[in-house]
């Protein structure tokens, strides 16, 4: 298990996302936020709690979402669900999906699955905190990348204690 | 996390873990139903059928909803209109779906213990919809899920079962739950409704008094007479038992407290429940039903594994 991303490492990866997000979107109008259970929803927090830092006064709408009714590979194994929480509506609006790794593209695929069964988005933007470009296996990229890593197919990058660490397979 | 069974034939042999498995997951599904799209693509591979040997209304349609909730395929059968009524047996109607590559079956059956025959013998996994006077297991569940949504929780909460316990399949899986929640139950009505040696069977405390059970209670599930059930007299009339077992507004105001009113449907109005008490704000009836199908569809969800 190596470290691969520190936690300082951590948050200055959020404020540059954070910078590119308030450059992108000056005044926020019809933008809402999205996490992806669960290390998305983890650094979704962080990274709207800069934002807000950056710009006090302002309203942020941020919720969470759980893909577990979503899986395309759902039946080979039953897992207990997580909390949703969108208390917001969605029509219309631009949503910024938050995820903390982005790999194959399923998760995203099935998060965007669930946001369409909240309404209509006007856009979605996907942000990820680290990319593993090379296994994607969906055409699914991301508009805001804190870390692009180069690893094996078989390792698995994690969130751990404000660290993302790689586990060799 | 995994439930401890295959199939859901009753409450007694689940675990404490798999009941708060099951209520959890019935929350998520509960924020599904609130949604512009109350549909989730879960269940797209499975077929279930519904084979309903005894009349519902409730049950059958808030398991068919759930169904549709999670994108199963559903099939409905009726043994009034199928050949069932042409003498075919239980295991042979159930080998014939089987074959038209059926995943599970919901099942309802006059005979006490009919789930648990099919489950020796099919490879479908099985969810009890009601067996004879044996158990309800969902109706428990979703009296747990509305118990904890009302109050906040359900250990150390005091629930009042009150009516035909003998003939209550409702009532012999709401105790079973409750107990193995750390609720404490007492079961309440006339000697000949409460079986004799409950008391040491199932560990419920037994009252024939209604009102000093309503002033202990925080929570009255109100249960039915069953006279379908019944083949010899056990009370003289049913105005007899409305006067002494029926719950009326006047009651209720006089007890020193707020209790919840339960009721697992059909309602005999101004039987056991008064009009104005089943229709009041103290009853969460109609959240039962509502949260029935949250509750079912957890429980589909979490029996549809493919590697079973």
């Not at chain 2, 906040?152 to 079973?176: C, F, P, T, W």
């Amino acid at each position: 298990m190596a470290v691969i991303i520190t936690s300082e490492q951590l948050a200055a990866n959020i404020a540059v996302l954070a910078t590119a997000l308030s450059q992108r979107h000056p005044d926020f109008a019809d933008v809402v936020f999205v996490g992806i259970q669960q290390g998305g929803a983890v650094l979704g927090e962080q990274l709207v709690a800069e934002l807000q830092r950056m710009h006090p006064g302002r309203t942020i709408p941020y919720g969470q979402l759980d893909i577990t009714f979503y899986r395309d590979d759902i039946r080979k194994n039953i897992i207990p669900p997580d909390k949703m929480n969108i208390h917001f509506g969605v029509e219309n609006k631009t949503v910024i999906l938050i995820d903390d790794v982005l790999f194959t593209g399923r998760t995203i695929k099935a998060a965007l699955d669930v946001l369409f069964d909240y309404g209509r988005p006007a856009k979605v933007e996907l942000c990820v905190l680290v990319d593993r470009k090379e296994h994607r296996q969906f055409p699914i990229q991301a508009d805001y990348v804190g870390t692009t890593v180069v690893t094996e197919r078989s390792d698995k990058v994690k969130l751990v204690n404000r660290e993302f660490v790689l586990i060799p397979g | 996390m995994q439930l401890s069974t295959r199939h859901l034939l009753g409450i007694k042999n689940l675990t404490k873990e798999d009941i708060s498995l099951i209520l959890s997951t019935a929350e998520q599904f509960k924020e599904v139903l609130q949604r512009p799209v109350k549909k989730v693509p879960s269940l797209r591979d499975v077929t279930i059928v519904n084979l309903f040997y005894e009349n519902s209304t409730r049950t059958r349609f808030s398991f068919e909803l759930a169904e549709k909730r999670l994108s199963a395929d559903t099939i409905n059968f009726a043994a009034s209109s199928s050949s069932a009524a042409k003498g075919e047996t239980l295991l042979d109607t159930v080998n014939n779906i089987l074959s038209m590559k059926v995943d599970m079956v919901v099942m309802r059956h006059s005979a006490s213990g009919a789930p648990h025959f099919l489950s020796q013998h099919i490879p479908a996994a099985i969810v009890n919809a009601g067996d004879g006077i044996n158990e309800h297991p969902t109706q428990a569940l979703l009296d747990a899920f509305s118990i904890k949504e009302k109050t906040g929780g359900l250990e150390g909460r005091k629930v009042a079962i009150i009516g035909d316990i003998m003939h209550s399949r409702v009532a012999q899986s709401n105790i079973y739950l409750l107990n193995k929640m750390g609720a404490k139950v007492t079961v309440c009505g006339p000697p000949t409704l409460i079986p004799k040696y409950i008391r040491e069977a199932l560990g419920v405390e037994v009252s024939y008094n209604l009102r000093e059970t309503l002033e202990w209670c925080d929570v009255a599930n109100v249960l039915r007479i069953q006279l379908e059930r019944q083949n010899q007299v056990l009370f003289s009339s049913l105005r007899e038992y409305s006067i002494a077992y029926g719950i009326n507004r006047q009651l209720l105001d006089s007890l020193n407290k707020e209790i919840v009113i339960m009721h697992p449907g059909p309602i005999n109005r101004g039987v056991e429940l008064d009009s104005d008490v089943a229709d009041s704000k103290q009853s969460i009836i109609l959240q039962q039903v509502e949260n029935g199908v949250a509750v079912r569809m957890a429980v589909l969800y979490l029996l549809a594994n493919r590697n079973n």
